[in-house]
């Protein structure tokens, strides 16, 4: 047993007894109420999930068992000349609560390279698709094919106690996590440079081996490592994480738990706003004919875009009421290595005048950016310039967060997913506006 391995074990064991008496002695606190309005509104904002992972703090934004993002990347070890830490540190983080050693590190570089290796059979899946199939797709459907390898079903199939369920889902996390680089550089291969495929380094960690496969030099392997650290995890409450939840809640292995997660990412409206303001920049800037405008005329174009009725892209959040620290560590990246960029010189002067014109607009709960203003115009600089495979990226690196959540999920025994919903009458009923029904004729549960 490795000592990741060993450590989680022992991490478990300390928390069992902190559900169980949350669950027998203080089983009937409340913890939030239900609204009308939550409930059409998409449950936005109840409290209704638990993840030790990570928490989106309002004023302070996203931490990771406690760290805010800044001392995750200032304290998590780095490879040798490299400016942002190592992915699977972060995954060793998200997994213990601890921050890992250079020793403990390099042991899951380790095991992430004895498990790259994909099956014959991803390859000729990958091939089989048409040309013209979006990435997202493809990469979905390579992930559920795996299904085949899971340790977890064939465990469960042979009647593993609850209490180990745990175990064959970090076995199963680790194979998947290790293997998605190869899956999503083989389509990217496939899709945009006609086949031809770049092998694994077996010398790399999984940030410089993806950058390697990509073809590209430093410092993308930094761009990327960065890019799977920021994307990794954001609470249990979006499409995305939920989706990874719930599929998982029904006890489907990480195959079919991780696909329904890309899926849910894969919506327009959740993972795919990276693209959106890139586009929404580089349409600017054909307004502008390449120039780079003054602060005058870029106020006057955001107050005409305001006033039209359309938003600014990139600019506010859900939860956040400051600047997304996740934008904040990009753009340092950025003011060093793209300073001369065209398109980070209009995300710069976004960043400078849109807040005010925003607060001043009166409509926006929260005038700052989030991390979309920025990660594309990163990979754009560095020649990744296929807009579909953003949300792969994107996937890759939250598929750490929720492999790390599952592996809690089944370690604690949390249960099936089952809430109970209600008819439009029912809520007209609650609200006042029609006579309550014969209760004797409702449905009993």
Not at 162 to 179: C, G, I, T
Request: a negative charge.
């Amino acid at each position: 047993m490795t000592s990741l391995k060993e450590k989680l074990y022992q991490k478990i064991q300390e928390h069992r007894p902190r559900i169980d008496r949350l669950n027998d002695e203080f089983g009937d606190v409340v913890v939030d109420q239900v609204t009308i309005s939550k409930l059409l509104g998409g449950m936005r904002g109840l409290k209704s999930l638990i993840t030790d992972i990570s928490y989106l703090d309002p004023n302070e934004g996203i931490r990771f068992r406690g760290y805010k993002l800044e001392e995750v990347f200032e304290k998590l070890p780095k490879p040798k000349g490299a400016e942002m830490p190592y992915v699977e540190g972060l995954f060793y983080l998200l997994l213990t609560g601890d921050i890992p050693s250079e020793a403990e590190v390099t042991e899951v570089v380790d095991e992430f390279a004895k498990r790259r290796i994909l099956p014959r059979y991803i390859y000729e899946l990958i091939d089989a698709f048409p040309c013209c199939s979006h990435p997202m797709t493809i990469f979905s459907s390579a992930i559920i094919s795996m299904h085949r390898e899971s340790f977890f079903t064939k465990k469960y199939i042979a009647g593993i106690p609850k209490a180990d369920y745990w175990d064959p889902m970090y076995e199963d996390s680790l194979n998947l996590l290790a293997k998605l680089p190869e899956i999503a550089t083989y389509i990217y291969a496939k899709l945009y440079r006609d086949g031809n495929r770049i092998q694994s380094n077996p010398n790399l960690d999984l940030g410089g081996n993806f950058a390697f496969m990509m073809g590209k030099g430093k410092p993308y392997d930094d761009v990327i490592r960065m890019h799977f650290i920021l994307h990794s995890d954001h609470e249990a409450g979006n499409v995305s994480a939920h989706a990874g939840h719930l599929v998982a809640s029904s006890l489907s292995d990480i195959y079919l738990s991780i696909s329904a997660m890309v899926n849910g990412l894969a919506g327009p409206l959740h993972g795919l706003a990276s693209q959106g303001v890139l586009k929404w920049l580089q349409d600017l800037m054909d307004k502008m004919g390449g120039a780079i405008p003054t602060e005058a005329e870029m106020k006057q174009f955001v107050w005409e875009t305001l006033n039209s009725g359309q938003v600014i892209p990139g600019f506010g959040h859900a939860v956040l009421r400051k600047t997304d620290p996740r934008y904040l560590l990009q753009r340092e990246f950025s003011l060093k290595h793209l300073k001369d960029d065209d398109l980070f010189k209009y995300v710069d002067m976004l960043y400078k005048v849109v807040p005010d014109i925003l607060r001043e607009h009166g409509k926006a709960k929260n005038p700052w950016p989030n991390v979309d203003a920025q990660s594309g115009i990163i990979q754009w600089h560095y020649g990744l310039q296929e807009y579909d495979f953003y949300t792969v990226l994107f996937g890759i690196g939250r598929s750490i967060g929720i492999c790390a959540n599952i592996i809690w999920d089944r370690a604690l025994g949390y249960p099936l997913e089952r809430p109970k919903s209600l008819t439009t009458e029912m809520l007209e009923e609650i609200a006042g506006i029609r006579p309550k029904a014969n209760p004797a004729a409702e449905p009993k549960e």
